[in-house]
């Protein structure tokens, strides 16, 4: 940002009637770096120069500057300009900016809709930069889709392996995210004569994809306790689906994790299962020890890095007999699901530090769940707290889904009703409170929470 006239034209009509010009200038700044309109890293122009560009004194822009700097938005060194850079109270935290917008001055929004985190911050920038010092010999290729980058399919099928599933490279298929992987898989199972089983709740993203294709949904129920497999046994039995939908691992929305035994059961199922484990890696025990993998003839395993990682980067995968990912390749809606190759280099680069990653995602999100689970204590409803995940399942006792919401949103906490999570609408007691928030967002969000959902009277 070496031009003052640049930098002014990025802040655009910055100055707001009802606050000082000091903190008019700050706020457009840290909104201009939010937006990417002024980029990190950027020096600012010389205080004289910004001043008479702006059209204020010089002593505005000085303070406006130090009040940027006190917030942690600029790095000044002795003698040299100023820089831009992002706070770390941002940096360090999985909670998404845009939940509570990292609580820029006036935020008084809290965005819980979505179980979504921000990226590791240093982790990510420096897997783009190993990625980008790689990519010089893609460019020489035509850049078009395959099944995936051989370095990414082979540490996608080494994860497996080393987690007791033996996998060979050409079992995977990388995808555009767990979303583009339950695309291809729904194209190439669904049989329209039979239903589709579903967990009641399930991942709407799911249901999506599957009302998108006008398929016909049955459910079975998962509570916190678990899968009731011989109910599930049962449904399979009578009503004869041509395919179903699980998510095994630390299931979205209730966190359950589904046992041994219960595995068993479901593999030895006689129909077609794709098996969602996008949250695996979200494990919050104090001493985690994963299942294996739900596996077996009849079983399809599909990933993603969205969640330990970022869901910018849109890098999934399928993982299935050789014969089913040739199959796969075959489907014209293949090449537009797959992700470009320069973001398949910056996903195999951090499948390479995942280790570190998930120690410190997950002790930020064991926190957020802690601190979300005590601010639960005693209200109007009754929850488990989740092994794993990034969500509490709330059911309340005495007011519906619908009624707190609006309550909710009206005080400005957004969140997603059950019916949102079940195939037929129903789930209308429920609520889902994710934990991807600070643990003093998560404060406010846990008093209008109180306020929405019917505490006793005695309680609030
Ligand atoms: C169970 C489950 N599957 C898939 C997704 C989406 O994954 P992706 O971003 O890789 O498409 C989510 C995200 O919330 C999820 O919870």
Redesign the pocket.
Known sequence: MESARTFTSALGDWREDHKSLTTSLADAVREAVLDGRISVGSPLPAERTLAAALGVSRGTVVAGLAELRDDGWLRTRHGSRSVVRLPPRLTERTAPWSVDRGQVAGATRIDLT???TAAPHGAYLAALERATGRCATLLVDSGTSTAGLPSLREAVADRYTRAGLPTRPDQILITS????ALHLLVDQLHDRRRPVLVEQPT?P??LAVLRGRRARMITSPVTADGWDLDRFAETVRTDRPGLAYV?PDFH?PTGAMMSAAARSRLAALDLPVVA?E??RDLDLRLSPSPERHLTGPNVINIG????VFW?GL?V?WIRASAARIRELLLNPLQPPLSPPPLEQLIADELLRDISSVLAERTAQLRAQRDHLVALLAGGDWTYTTPPGGLAVWLRLHHTTAAASTRRATRAGLMLSPGPTFAADRTLTHYLRIPFTATTDVLDHAGRILRESAGAPEAMR
Not at 177 to 180: E, H, K, L, R, T
Not at 304 to 307: L, N
């Open positions: 979505a179980a979504v995210g767990a979303m583009a991942f993203g799911a998510m979205n969602d996008t949250m993603s890095t969205s969640k869901s849109r999934g």
